[in-house]
T-cell receptor, first 115, second 118 residues
Framework: AQSVAQPEDQVNVAEGNPLTVKCTYS??????LFWYVQYPNRGLQFLLK??????LVKGSYGFEAEFNKSQTSFHLKKPSALVSDSALYFC?????????????FGTGTRLKVLA | KAGVTQTPRYLIKTRGQQVTLSCSPI?????VSWYQQTPGQGLQFLFE???????NKGNFPGRFSGRQFSNSRSEMNVSTLELGDSALYLC?????????????????FGNGTRLTVT
């Protein structure tokens, strides 16, 4: 079955330290991969996406993500965390192989950046 | 450009009632999708509409239905409400023009409608 896993419910990191939010997926074809962020009482905002090409994609607010085909992972990273990065992060895939192109979201990872 | 607008922001309903949620997409966006967000389940896909046609459907019971109008605005209806339907319902629009590369267009989300069923 198609699925997206975010193994950590919460990630704590000190301000100024690098952060990583993990995402792995299981889909039948070559997916489009996305990261979204949700601030309190708000809808989700698009951060970045991977379509094809360079495995390292850069997005909004200094975030980047690394696509690893062999490990079917798409981890979100940032070199230096800010307190304002504290939010709920969702990984999502859109499966091209199945023909349905359904969006599949992970369960979310709460990032807490400590001052 | 105005963002995705969802109304109402909050709803309180009683078990057994029905409810209709509304979503106005970003101007020019023809694809609208709906999601249910709960603390334990994350985001669950409900359905997606494009040009008034349902293009995809998630694994929800038939009590959940939707439609899209010719101006791309969309409504979602839940009948015979259950306590477990309490959630944040999010609508998203995208600049999908059809098949192929349009599927990598990012979603633009509204702030959601928080439904509480008592």
């Amino acid at each position: 079955a198609q699925s997206v896993a975010q193994p950590e419910d919460q990630v704590n990191v000190a301000e100024g330290n690098p952060l990583t939010v993990k995402c792995t997926y299981s889909v039948s074809g070559n997916p489009y991969l996305f990261w979204y962020v949700q601030y309190p009482n708000r809808g989700l905002q698009f951060l970045l996406k991977y379509i094809t090409g360079d495995n390292l994609v850069k997005g909004s607010y200094g975030f980047e993500a690394e696509f690893n085909k062999s490990q079917t992972s798409f981890h979100l990273k940032k070199p230096s965390a800010l307190v304002s990065d504290s939010a709920l992060y969702f990984c999502a895939v859109r499966d091209r192989g199945s023909g349905t192109y359904k969006y599949i979201f992970g369960t979310g990872t709460r990032l807490k950046v400590l001052a | 450009k105005a963002g995705v607008t969802q109304t109402p922001r909050y709803l309180i309903k009683t078990r057994g009632q029905q409810v209709t949620l509304s979503c106005s997409p970003i101007s020019g966006h023809r694809s609208v999708s709906w999601y249910q967000q709960t603390p334990g389940q994350g985001l669950q896909f409900l359905f997606e509409y494009f040009s008034e046609t349902q293009r995809n459907k998630g694994n929800f019971p038939g009590r959940f239905s939707g439609r899209q109008f010719s101006n791309s605005r969309s409504e979602m209806n839940v009948s015979t409400l259950e306590l477990g339907d309490s959630a944040l319902y999010l609508c998203a629009s995208s600049l999908a023009a059809g098949v192929g590369s349009s599927y990598n267009s990012p979603l633009h989300f509204g702030n959601g409608t928080r439904l509480t069923v008592t």
